[in-house]
Nanobody, 119 residues
Framework: QVQLVESGGGLVQAGGSLTLSCAAS??????????VAWYRQAPGKQRELVTS???????NWGDSVRGRFNPSRHDLRQEMYLHMNNLKPEDTAVYYC???????????WGQGIQVTVSS
């Protein structure tokens, strides 16, 4: 069973930075063919896409984080990251990492990690 383990969340002041990490229990081959993404869900709201990074290197952002958040990946480590800058209280949410393997039509999700931004 594939596991995605997130780390790096916590409490940060507005204007600060935080980097989330997500480690996957996948082989290098399997991880390399995945597109990676980060989602978040705030209390009372639907889960939304934060940013995605395809295996070809194409990046998409949600409108609210463009210019502040950036994804990256380290295939040799089977890890992905979310670099968050200039954090705002409205960024407070549970953040989830996601891997999508289009070859097998598989989706893998992390357990979620809390990020709280104080004003």
């Amino acid at each position: 069973q594939v596991q995605l383990v997130e780390s790096g969340g916590g409490l940060v002041q507005a204007g600060g930075s935080l980097t989330l990490s997500c480690a996957a229990s996948l082989s290098l081959t399997a991880f390399s063919r995945c597109d990676v993404a980060w989602y978040r869900q705030a209390p009372g709201k639907q889960r939304e896409l934060v940013t995605s990074l395809s295996r070809a290197g194409r990046v998409n952002w949600g409108d609210s984080v463009r210019g502040r958040f950036n994804p990256s990946r380290h295939d040799l480590r089977q890890e992905m990251y979310l670099h968050m800058n200039n954090l705002k209280p409205e960024d407070t949410a549970v953040y989830y990492c996601n891997l999508h393997d289009s070859t097998t039509s598989s989706d893998y999700w992390g357990q979620g990690i809390q990020v709280t931004v104080s004003s």
